[in-house]
Protein backbone atom coordinates (compact mmCIF):
# COMPACT_ATOMS: atom_id res chain seq x y z
CA UNK A 1 0.00 0.00 0.00
CA UNK A 2 1.34 3.56 -0.73
CA UNK A 3 1.67 6.07 1.87
CA UNK A 4 -1.12 8.83 2.06
CA UNK A 5 -0.17 11.95 0.14
CA UNK A 6 0.04 15.10 1.71
CA UNK A 7 -2.55 16.05 0.90
CA UNK A 8 -4.80 13.38 2.29
CA UNK A 9 -3.23 13.97 5.43
CA UNK A 10 -2.59 17.77 5.84
CA UNK A 11 -5.77 18.96 8.17
CA UNK A 12 -6.64 21.85 5.67
CA UNK A 13 -6.05 20.58 1.89
CA UNK A 14 -8.44 17.49 3.06
CA UNK A 15 -11.79 19.06 2.41
CA UNK A 16 -13.54 18.99 -0.99
CA UNK A 17 -11.89 21.56 -3.50
CA UNK A 18 -14.29 24.46 -4.34
CA UNK A 19 -15.25 24.30 -7.86
CA UNK A 20 -14.43 26.68 -10.76
CA UNK A 21 -17.18 28.87 -12.64
CA UNK A 22 -16.64 30.14 -15.92
CA UNK A 23 -18.48 31.90 -18.55
CA UNK A 24 -17.79 32.12 -22.38
CA UNK A 25 -18.65 35.75 -24.27
CA UNK A 26 -17.99 36.58 -27.27
CA UNK A 27 -16.79 40.16 -28.22
CA UNK A 28 -20.22 42.00 -29.82
CA UNK A 29 -20.75 42.38 -33.78
CA UNK A 30 -22.34 45.71 -33.10
CA UNK A 31 -23.75 48.56 -30.78
CA UNK A 32 -26.92 46.71 -29.93
CA UNK A 33 -24.99 43.77 -29.69
CA UNK A 34 -22.80 45.27 -27.50
CA UNK A 35 -25.40 46.41 -24.72
CA UNK A 36 -27.35 43.29 -24.83
CA UNK A 37 -23.62 41.78 -23.73
CA UNK A 38 -23.10 44.23 -21.20
CA UNK A 39 -26.53 43.46 -19.46
CA UNK A 40 -25.36 39.79 -19.91
CA UNK A 41 -21.82 40.79 -18.34
CA UNK A 42 -23.50 42.91 -15.00
CA UNK A 43 -25.94 39.37 -14.46
CA UNK A 44 -23.61 37.25 -14.69
CA UNK A 45 -20.79 39.15 -12.59
CA UNK A 46 -23.35 38.89 -9.38
CA UNK A 47 -21.98 35.26 -9.32
CA UNK A 48 -18.62 36.27 -8.95
CA UNK A 49 -17.37 33.10 -11.53
CA UNK A 50 -13.35 32.44 -11.05
CA UNK A 51 -13.13 33.77 -14.31
CA UNK A 52 -15.00 34.80 -17.95
CA UNK A 53 -13.26 33.35 -21.06
CA UNK A 54 -13.37 36.02 -24.35
CA UNK A 55 -13.09 34.41 -27.57
CA UNK A 56 -10.85 35.65 -30.33
CA UNK A 57 -12.06 35.41 -34.14
CA UNK A 58 -10.74 32.98 -36.96
CA UNK A 59 -7.43 34.67 -37.94
CA UNK A 60 -7.94 37.49 -35.24
CA UNK A 61 -11.11 38.61 -37.61
CA UNK A 62 -12.28 40.54 -34.14
CA UNK A 63 -9.38 41.34 -32.68
CA UNK A 64 -9.76 44.76 -32.04
CA UNK A 65 -13.55 44.21 -30.42
CA UNK A 66 -11.84 40.80 -28.26
CA UNK A 67 -8.77 43.47 -26.48
CA UNK A 68 -11.75 46.21 -26.25
CA UNK A 69 -14.17 43.77 -24.51
CA UNK A 70 -11.04 42.75 -22.29
CA UNK A 71 -9.65 45.94 -21.25
CA UNK A 72 -13.04 46.88 -20.56
CA UNK A 73 -13.49 44.13 -18.28
CA UNK A 74 -10.28 44.55 -16.42
CA UNK A 75 -11.33 48.28 -15.82
CA UNK A 76 -15.03 48.62 -15.10
CA UNK A 77 -15.81 45.06 -13.42
CA UNK A 78 -14.29 42.77 -10.85
CA UNK A 79 -14.41 39.69 -13.59
CA UNK A 80 -10.97 38.06 -14.44
CA UNK A 81 -10.71 37.77 -18.08
CA UNK A 82 -9.26 34.79 -20.10
CA UNK A 83 -8.28 35.74 -23.39
CA UNK A 84 -8.60 33.01 -26.11
CA UNK A 85 -6.06 33.63 -29.11
CA UNK A 86 -5.49 31.28 -31.92
CA UNK A 87 -2.33 30.60 -34.21
CA UNK A 88 -3.97 30.22 -37.74
CA UNK A 89 -3.81 32.84 -39.87
CA UNK A 90 -1.21 34.85 -38.05
CA UNK A 91 2.86 35.46 -37.95
CA UNK A 92 4.70 34.37 -34.88
CA UNK A 93 5.30 38.03 -34.14
CA UNK A 94 1.80 39.30 -34.45
CA UNK A 95 1.19 36.65 -32.06
CA UNK A 96 3.89 37.69 -30.13
CA UNK A 97 2.56 41.01 -30.33
CA UNK A 98 -0.75 40.70 -28.94
CA UNK A 99 0.57 38.61 -26.23
CA UNK A 100 2.74 41.20 -24.86
CA UNK A 101 -0.35 43.67 -25.27
CA UNK A 102 -3.04 41.52 -23.20
CA UNK A 103 -0.17 41.20 -20.58
CA UNK A 104 0.01 44.79 -20.37
CA UNK A 105 -3.70 45.25 -20.20
CA UNK A 106 -3.10 42.68 -16.96
CA UNK A 107 -4.30 39.85 -18.67
CA UNK A 108 -3.31 37.02 -17.22
CA UNK A 109 -4.88 33.62 -18.35
CA UNK A 110 -4.77 33.10 -21.95
CA UNK A 111 -6.69 30.03 -23.66
CA UNK A 112 -3.91 29.05 -26.65
CA UNK A 113 -5.80 27.52 -29.95
CA UNK A 114 -4.82 26.52 -33.38
CA UNK A 115 -8.39 28.02 -34.48
CA UNK A 116 -10.16 26.71 -37.30
CA UNK A 117 -8.75 25.99 -40.66
CA UNK A 118 -9.86 28.56 -43.75
CA UNK A 119 -12.64 27.07 -45.87
CA UNK A 120 -10.43 27.57 -48.93
CA UNK A 121 -7.63 25.71 -47.33
CA UNK A 122 -3.77 26.42 -48.84
CA UNK A 123 -1.12 25.59 -47.35
CA UNK A 124 0.49 27.76 -44.09
CA UNK A 125 2.74 30.23 -44.68
CA UNK A 126 5.93 30.04 -43.80
CA UNK A 127 7.34 29.71 -40.07
CA UNK A 128 3.66 30.21 -39.61
CA UNK A 129 2.67 28.49 -36.02
CA UNK A 130 1.07 24.82 -36.89
CA UNK A 131 -0.88 23.62 -33.88
CA UNK A 132 -2.28 25.41 -30.08
CA UNK A 133 0.84 23.79 -28.92
CA UNK A 134 3.32 25.65 -30.99
CA UNK A 135 0.94 29.05 -29.38
CA UNK A 136 1.81 27.58 -26.15
CA UNK A 137 5.54 27.21 -26.56
CA UNK A 138 5.54 30.87 -27.91
CA UNK A 139 3.18 32.49 -24.47
CA UNK A 140 5.62 30.85 -22.83
CA UNK A 141 8.74 32.65 -24.39
CA UNK A 142 7.35 35.92 -23.95
CA UNK A 143 6.42 35.51 -20.94
CA UNK A 144 9.67 34.13 -19.75
CA UNK A 145 11.21 37.46 -21.21
CA UNK A 146 8.71 39.71 -18.87
CA UNK A 147 9.28 37.63 -15.71
CA UNK A 148 10.72 40.44 -14.41
CA UNK A 149 7.43 41.90 -15.18
CA UNK A 150 5.39 39.16 -13.56
CA UNK A 151 6.51 38.71 -10.43
CA UNK A 152 3.08 39.37 -8.69
CA UNK A 153 1.59 36.65 -11.05
CA UNK A 154 2.88 34.42 -13.78
CA UNK A 155 0.39 33.72 -16.53
CA UNK A 156 -1.91 30.49 -16.71
CA UNK A 157 -2.62 28.83 -20.44
CA UNK A 158 -5.83 26.83 -21.12
CA UNK A 159 -5.99 24.51 -23.97
CA UNK A 160 -8.45 22.65 -25.87
CA UNK A 161 -9.44 19.24 -25.29
CA UNK A 162 -12.03 17.01 -27.08
CA UNK A 163 -14.93 14.49 -25.33
CA UNK A 164 -15.63 12.93 -28.81
CA UNK A 165 -12.64 13.19 -31.26
CA UNK A 166 -12.07 16.11 -33.25
CA UNK A 167 -12.98 16.30 -36.62
CA UNK A 168 -9.59 16.51 -38.15
CA UNK A 169 -8.06 13.77 -35.50
CA UNK A 170 -7.64 10.19 -36.61
CA UNK A 171 -8.79 8.92 -33.31
CA UNK A 172 -10.00 10.05 -30.02
CA UNK A 173 -6.44 8.44 -28.75
CA UNK A 174 -4.72 11.36 -30.89
CA UNK A 175 -6.45 13.71 -29.34
CA UNK A 176 -5.25 12.56 -25.62
CA UNK A 177 -1.79 12.35 -27.02
CA UNK A 178 -2.24 16.31 -28.17
CA UNK A 179 -3.87 16.74 -24.94
CA UNK A 180 -0.85 15.32 -23.30
CA UNK A 181 2.04 17.05 -26.20
CA UNK A 182 0.09 20.24 -25.01
CA UNK A 183 0.58 19.39 -21.19
CA UNK A 184 4.16 19.12 -21.57
CA UNK A 185 4.32 22.22 -24.02
CA UNK A 186 3.51 24.08 -20.33
CA UNK A 187 -0.59 24.07 -20.47
CA UNK A 188 -1.83 24.44 -17.01
CA UNK A 189 -5.91 23.61 -17.74
CA UNK A 190 -8.04 22.58 -20.21
CA UNK A 191 -11.71 23.42 -21.37
CA UNK A 192 -13.56 20.91 -23.16
CA UNK A 193 -15.35 21.07 -26.31
CA UNK A 194 -19.35 20.84 -25.82
CA UNK A 195 -20.58 17.20 -25.34
CA UNK A 196 -24.03 16.32 -25.28
CA UNK A 197 -23.45 12.67 -23.19
CA UNK A 198 -21.64 12.66 -19.73
CA UNK A 199 -19.84 9.37 -20.22
CA UNK A 200 -17.71 11.44 -23.41
CA UNK A 201 -16.27 13.86 -21.01
CA UNK A 202 -15.88 10.57 -18.43
CA UNK A 203 -14.18 8.72 -20.67
CA UNK A 204 -12.21 11.56 -21.42
CA UNK A 205 -10.49 11.56 -18.16
CA UNK A 206 -9.92 8.32 -17.94
CA UNK A 207 -8.40 8.32 -21.12
CA UNK A 208 -6.69 11.29 -20.29
CA UNK A 209 -5.10 10.11 -16.80
CA UNK A 210 -4.01 6.88 -17.79
CA UNK A 211 -1.96 8.55 -20.43
CA UNK A 212 -0.65 10.90 -17.95
CA UNK A 213 -2.41 13.78 -18.44
CA UNK A 214 -2.97 15.50 -14.86
CA UNK A 215 -3.77 19.18 -15.36
CA UNK A 216 -7.47 19.87 -14.54
CA UNK A 217 -9.85 19.21 -17.26
CA UNK A 218 -12.61 21.62 -16.95
CA UNK A 219 -16.09 20.64 -19.03
CA UNK A 220 -17.34 22.91 -21.30
CA UNK A 221 -21.06 23.04 -20.28
CA UNK A 222 -23.87 24.67 -23.52
CA UNK A 223 -27.44 25.77 -21.82
CA UNK A 224 -29.32 22.91 -24.06
CA UNK A 225 -32.10 25.17 -24.29
CA UNK A 226 -31.81 26.45 -27.82
CA UNK A 227 -32.58 23.57 -31.06
CA UNK A 228 -31.84 26.36 -33.71
CA UNK A 229 -28.11 26.22 -31.89
CA UNK A 230 -27.82 22.86 -30.49
CA UNK A 231 -28.42 21.59 -34.18
CA UNK A 232 -26.14 24.80 -35.75
CA UNK A 233 -23.21 23.73 -33.12
CA UNK A 234 -23.89 19.86 -34.08
CA UNK A 235 -22.95 20.78 -37.75
CA UNK A 236 -19.88 22.94 -36.67
CA UNK A 237 -17.70 21.38 -33.93
CA UNK A 238 -19.21 17.58 -35.52
CA UNK A 239 -20.41 17.00 -32.18
CA UNK A 240 -24.16 15.16 -32.59
CA UNK A 241 -26.78 16.37 -29.84
CA UNK A 242 -28.92 13.58 -28.18
CA UNK A 243 -32.04 12.62 -30.77
CA UNK A 244 -33.74 11.99 -27.45
CA UNK A 245 -33.48 15.74 -26.30
CA UNK A 246 -34.08 17.30 -30.08
CA UNK A 247 -37.24 15.54 -30.07
CA UNK A 248 -38.06 16.88 -26.34
CA UNK A 249 -37.38 20.37 -27.39
CA UNK A 250 -39.32 20.06 -30.70
CA UNK A 251 -42.33 18.91 -29.18
CA UNK A 252 -42.32 21.66 -25.81
CA UNK A 253 -45.70 23.39 -25.91
CA UNK A 254 -44.12 27.22 -25.36
CA UNK A 255 -40.91 28.83 -25.08
CA UNK A 256 -41.18 28.67 -20.81
CA UNK A 257 -41.81 24.79 -21.52
CA UNK A 258 -38.17 24.68 -23.41
CA UNK A 259 -36.40 26.59 -20.94
CA UNK A 260 -37.32 24.33 -18.19
CA UNK A 261 -36.55 21.36 -20.61
CA UNK A 262 -33.22 22.56 -21.78
CA UNK A 263 -31.89 23.87 -18.06
CA UNK A 264 -32.84 20.40 -16.63
CA UNK A 265 -30.92 18.41 -18.74
CA UNK A 266 -28.05 21.44 -18.69
CA UNK A 267 -27.94 20.73 -15.07
CA UNK A 268 -27.66 16.84 -15.06
CA UNK A 269 -25.16 16.88 -17.80
CA UNK A 270 -23.05 19.10 -15.62
CA UNK A 271 -23.91 17.61 -12.57
CA UNK A 272 -23.14 14.23 -14.02
CA UNK A 273 -19.70 15.44 -15.30
CA UNK A 274 -19.22 16.92 -11.76
CA UNK A 275 -19.41 13.60 -10.37
CA UNK A 276 -17.17 12.17 -12.92
CA UNK A 277 -14.46 14.35 -10.74
CA UNK A 278 -15.14 17.58 -13.06
CA UNK A 279 -13.13 20.58 -11.10
CA UNK A 280 -14.85 23.26 -12.49
CA UNK A 281 -17.90 24.31 -15.01
CA UNK A 282 -17.45 26.38 -17.89
CA UNK A 283 -20.59 27.64 -19.08
CA UNK A 284 -20.94 28.40 -23.04
CA UNK A 285 -23.37 31.61 -22.57
CA UNK A 286 -23.57 32.69 -26.17
CA UNK A 287 -23.77 36.70 -24.72
CA UNK A 288 -27.52 35.57 -22.97
CA UNK A 289 -27.37 35.14 -19.21
CA UNK A 290 -30.79 33.90 -18.86
CA UNK A 291 -30.32 29.89 -19.44
CA UNK A 292 -27.06 30.71 -17.86
CA UNK A 293 -28.23 32.09 -14.77
CA UNK A 294 -31.31 29.50 -14.20
CA UNK A 295 -28.71 26.51 -14.89
CA UNK A 296 -26.49 28.09 -11.71
CA UNK A 297 -29.20 28.20 -9.78
CA UNK A 298 -30.07 24.87 -9.87
CA UNK A 299 -26.88 23.17 -9.39
CA UNK A 300 -25.58 23.45 -6.27
CA UNK A 301 -21.39 24.12 -6.95
CA UNK A 302 -19.11 23.82 -3.61
CA UNK A 303 -18.02 27.44 -4.72
CA UNK A 304 -15.71 29.19 -2.41
CA UNK A 305 -17.02 32.58 -0.70
CA UNK A 306 -15.64 35.73 -1.92
CA UNK A 307 -15.28 38.58 0.21
CA UNK A 308 -15.54 42.20 -0.82
CA UNK A 309 -11.75 42.61 -1.82
CA UNK A 310 -10.10 46.12 -3.07
CA UNK A 311 -10.75 45.14 -6.86
CA UNK A 312 -14.53 45.13 -6.14
CA UNK A 313 -13.84 48.46 -5.01
CA UNK A 314 -12.26 50.15 -7.14
CA UNK A 315 -14.67 48.78 -9.97
CA UNK A 316 -17.54 49.87 -8.13
CA UNK A 317 -16.15 53.43 -7.84
CA UNK A 318 -15.07 53.32 -11.19
CA UNK A 319 -18.87 52.29 -12.44
CA UNK A 320 -20.28 55.15 -9.56
P1 LIG B 1 -4.71 21.70 -31.90
O1 LIG B 1 -4.54 21.20 -30.52
O2 LIG B 1 -3.52 22.29 -32.58
O3 LIG B 1 -5.30 20.51 -32.79
C1 LIG B 1 -5.73 20.72 -34.12
C2 LIG B 1 -5.67 19.43 -34.93
O4 LIG B 1 -4.31 19.07 -35.15
C3 LIG B 1 -6.29 18.24 -34.18
O5 LIG B 1 -6.90 17.40 -35.12
C4 LIG B 1 -5.09 17.55 -33.55
O6 LIG B 1 -5.34 16.19 -33.40
C5 LIG B 1 -3.98 17.84 -34.56
N1 LIG B 1 -2.67 18.01 -33.92
C6 LIG B 1 -2.36 18.87 -32.92
N2 LIG B 1 -1.06 18.79 -32.61
C7 LIG B 1 -0.52 17.86 -33.43
C8 LIG B 1 0.78 17.33 -33.62
N3 LIG B 1 1.82 17.73 -32.87
N4 LIG B 1 0.98 16.38 -34.58
C9 LIG B 1 -0.06 15.95 -35.35
N5 LIG B 1 -1.34 16.42 -35.22
C10 LIG B 1 -1.56 17.36 -34.28
N6 LIG B 1 -11.79 28.70 -32.28
C11 LIG B 1 -11.63 30.02 -32.59
O7 LIG B 1 -11.40 30.35 -33.77
N7 LIG B 1 -11.71 31.00 -31.62
C12 LIG B 1 -11.93 30.71 -30.31
O8 LIG B 1 -11.98 31.61 -29.46
C13 LIG B 1 -12.12 29.33 -29.94
N8 LIG B 1 -12.33 28.96 -28.66
C14 LIG B 1 -12.41 27.64 -28.32
C15 LIG B 1 -12.58 27.29 -26.97
C16 LIG B 1 -12.68 25.95 -26.60
C17 LIG B 1 -12.84 25.59 -25.14
C18 LIG B 1 -12.62 24.92 -27.60
C19 LIG B 1 -12.75 23.48 -27.21
C20 LIG B 1 -12.47 25.27 -28.94
C21 LIG B 1 -12.36 26.62 -29.32
N9 LIG B 1 -12.18 27.00 -30.64
C22 LIG B 1 -12.03 28.34 -30.99
C23 LIG B 1 -12.19 25.99 -31.71
C24 LIG B 1 -10.75 25.46 -32.04
O9 LIG B 1 -9.99 26.51 -32.58
C25 LIG B 1 -10.93 24.31 -33.04
O10 LIG B 1 -11.50 23.20 -32.40
C26 LIG B 1 -9.69 23.95 -33.84
O11 LIG B 1 -10.08 23.14 -34.94
C27 LIG B 1 -8.62 23.17 -33.07
O12 LIG B 1 -8.04 23.93 -32.11
P2 LIG B 1 -7.02 23.28 -31.03
O13 LIG B 1 -6.51 24.38 -30.22
O14 LIG B 1 -7.63 22.12 -30.38
O15 LIG B 1 -5.86 22.78 -32.04
Request: hydrophobic letters at 40%; one cysteine or more.
Amino acid sequence: MSPPSLIDTHPNLSDTAPVALSYELFPPRSPAAAETLWTTIRELETTEPDYVSVTYGASGSNRDTAVELINRLLLETTLRPLAHLTCVGNTPQELAGIIGELLDTGVRGILALRGDLPKDGGEPAPGALRYAQDLIELVRRVEQRRSALLCAGKIAVGVAAYPTRHPESPSEEHDVEVLLAKQRSGADFAITQVFFRAEQYADLLTRARRAGVTIPIIPGVMPLTSLRRLKRLGELAGVEPAPELIERLAAADSDLDRLHIGVNATVDLANAALEAGAPGIHLYTFNEHQSALEVLDKLALPRRTHSSSGRNIAARQLAG
